[in-house]
């Protein structure tokens, strides 16, 4: 008997990306072994009215609000028939840092030390933001590395207020290069790189040996292609 599952109620969880233009959902079934055998339950996609979103920061909850439920009632083949979704948000939202100590520390020695850390890389109380850091594979052997996320509640609490009125629940909040390069990074070994194009700024993001090594978003004009 598998006690897990007599306790424990599995619920589906969709993927949404929502950006300045588009928003976009993904429900995949329960995948077994590796990702390709995972099969597409329901898809779909929404244009996002123009000054809903301006450079990643929500102007509009209501109009977004709005737009959400729609995307969630229009999936093909069928509607999303879950209210949990991992979320992922416009990059410029967030910040990352990267942090490097001795291989030496022990598990409970490295959580005293970001929580030490804390204090010099938030730019303000802990009360006003969101973040969150994992342990990625060293580069060296001697390292243990910290992949670190910040944003401030200000930027993502209105997010948080359109999915409540579209009737989803995030159960987790990333920038789009962690959730595009947790897709496509899908071996610990060999690099992967990726930019991101939206309408204000590009996002430069490198995956290497397992872990996030680089990020930056940096402010252009997509229309300085055509000209």
Request: proline share 6%.
């Amino acid at each position: 008997m598998d006690f897990v599952h007599l306790f424990h109620r599995e619920e589906k969880i969709v993927g949404m990306a929502v950006d300045t233009d588009t928003a976009l959902v993904l429900s995949l079934d329960h995948c077994k072994g590796s990702h390709k055998d995972c099969a597409i339950i329901a898809h779909g996609s929404i244009p996002i009215p123009s000054g809903t979103i301006e450079e990643g920061a929500l102007v509009n909850v209501r109009v977004l609000g709005q737009k959400l439920q729609e995307l969630w009632r229009t999936a093909k083949p069928m509607p999303i028939d879950t209210p949990f979704v991992v979320a992922s948000l416009p990059s410029s939202l967030f910040h990352f840092q990267s942090f490097t100590f001795p291989g030496s520390l022990s598990h409970l020695q490295l959580e005293d030390v970001m929580g030490t850390q804390l204090g010099f890389a938030l730019p303000a109380s802990t009360d006003l933001m969101y973040f969150d850091w994992e342990e990625v594979p060293p580069r060296l052997k001697a390292h243990r590395e910290i992949f670190f996320v910040w944003a401030r509640k200000s930027a993502i609490d209105p997010y948080l207020a359109a999915f409540r009125d579209a009737h989803f629940i995030p159960i987790a909040i990333e920038p789009h290069y962690v959730s595009i390069l947790r897709t496509i990074a899908l071996e610990k070994e060999g690099l992967r790189a990726i930019a991101i194009l939206e309408r204000r700024e590009i996002t430069t993001a490198i995956y290497d040996r397992g872990g996030v090594r680089f990020v930056r978003v940096t402010p252009w004009d997509r229309h300085m292609l055509s000209s």
